[in-house]
């Protein structure tokens, strides 16, 4: 998929990206940077009984053009799209995520992750992973510690399998491990349909929303905000109520609500 000039443009806008369209190494650090710290995460739609429309038209229309973030293929595949219509060669993967699970618990291939084919070697983009996205790149290499502006990461070879670790207070640990099997549009579409259908898919149970800006990732998790700073402690607070918990949404984490009156209604459900 690829955008139309008009599209573009309008891309370039909302990231405030202007730049020569590059397939470079230093253009995609930069797209990457300008992407996560524009575009928060967030799961609006699954929470409120929304399926996300995974078409490129209806990316632009939500991402781009309504004020939205959205979850891992929503962002990651708007992505792809504005990389490959510079010119950049990507691929889709699919990722079993390992972030805060005990690690002999099996899961399914629920996460999209990139790879960038450049001249110099083959790297790994990753701008919808909520409180951990990359907000730099990767190199495809294994056991390398390898720094980012939030924070050292590396990827761990195992056979076929490549385990994505973050650093987190000195000590190592997993976020999620995948293959290089390419994945097809129809592949995302059935992990985006179970993600936001599925009874047991996280994404209907509870509010999750995270924006990394410079110096600070922030993460929201139903009532409990949580602003992590690159070079300093944590703060955190438990918002009071549905109407304050919207506030934040759309100051701090700039996310436009299309319906704050059926949010506040499911977060009072959350609330219980």
Same mark, same amino acid.
């Given at each position: 998929m690829t955008l139309s000039p008009a599209d573009l443009a309008a891309y370039r806008d909302r990231i405030g990206w202007h730049g020569d369209a590059r397939a470079d190494h230093a253009t995609l650090e930069t797209l990457v940077a300008l992407h996560t710290r524009t575009f928060a995460f967030e799961n609006l739609d699954p929470l409120t009984g929304q399926v996300p429309d995974l078409t490129l038209p209806g990316l632009i229309a939500k991402l781009v053009h309504a004020g939205r973030g959205g979850y891992c293929y929503e962002q990651n595949g708007l992505f792809k799209a504005v990389l490959e219509t510079i010119g950049f060669q990507v691929t889709g993967h699919a990722a079993r995520v390992m972030w805060n699970l005990p690690?002999?618990?099996?899961?399914?291939? /629920?996460?999209?992750?990139?790879?960038?084919?450049l001249p110099e070697g083959p790297v790994i983009?990753?701008?919808g992973f909520g409180s951990q996205t990359l907000t730099g790149v990767l190199d495809l290499v294994d056991g390398v510690e390898q720094a980012t502006p939030h924070g050292p990461f590396r990827l761990i070879r195992q056979g076929d399998v490549w385990r994505q670790e973050v650093s987190v207070l000195g000590e190592w640990r997993p976020v999620y491990a995948y293959d290089l099997q390419p994945q097809l549009p129809i592949d995302y579409e059935l992990a985006n349909w179970w993600s936001a259908t599925s009874p047991r898919s996280h994404f209907l149970t509870g509010l999750i929303i995270a924006r990394?800006?410079?110096?600070?990732?922030?993460?929201?998790?139903?009532?409990?905000? /949580?602003?992590?700073?690159?070079d300093g402690p944590s703060e955190r607070r438990h918002l009071e109520s549905p109407a304050e918990t919207c506030d934040v949404i759309e100051t701090l984490f700039d996310v436009r609500i299309p319906d704050r009156a059926a949010l506040e209604h499911r977060l009072e459900e959350i609330a219980g």
């Amino acid at each position: 998929m690829t955008l139309s000039p008009a599209d573009l443009a309008a891309y370039r806008d909302r990231i405030g990206w202007h730049g020569d369209a590059r397939a470079d190494h230093a253009t995609l650090e930069t797209l990457v940077a300008l992407h996560t710290r524009t575009f928060a995460f967030e799961n609006l739609d699954p929470l409120t009984g929304q399926v996300p429309d995974l078409t490129l038209p209806g990316l632009i229309a939500k991402l781009v053009h309504a004020g939205r973030g959205g979850y891992c293929y929503e962002q990651n595949g708007l992505f792809k799209a504005v990389l490959e219509t510079i010119g950049f060669q990507v691929t889709g993967h699919a990722a079993r995520v390992m972030w805060n699970l005990p690690e002999e618990v099996p899961t399914g291939r /629920t996460h999209m992750v990139l790879r960038v084919d450049l001249p110099e070697g083959p790297v790994i983009a990753d701008v919808g992973f909520g409180s951990q996205t990359l907000t730099g790149v990767l190199d495809l290499v294994d056991g390398v510690e390898q720094a980012t502006p939030h924070g050292p990461f590396r990827l761990i070879r195992q056979g076929d399998v490549w385990r994505q670790e973050v650093s987190v207070l000195g000590e190592w640990r997993p976020v999620y491990a995948y293959d290089l099997q390419p994945q097809l549009p129809i592949d995302y579409e059935l992990a985006n349909w179970w993600s936001a259908t599925s009874p047991r898919s996280h994404f209907l149970t509870g509010l999750i929303i995270a924006r990394a800006t410079p110096g600070r990732r922030s993460v929201l998790r139903n009532f409990d905000l /949580t602003i992590h700073h690159v070079d300093g402690p944590s703060e955190r607070r438990h918002l009071e109520s549905p109407a304050e918990t919207c506030d934040v949404i759309e100051t701090l984490f700039d996310v436009r609500i299309p319906d704050r009156a059926a949010l506040e209604h499911r977060l009072e459900e959350i609330a219980g």
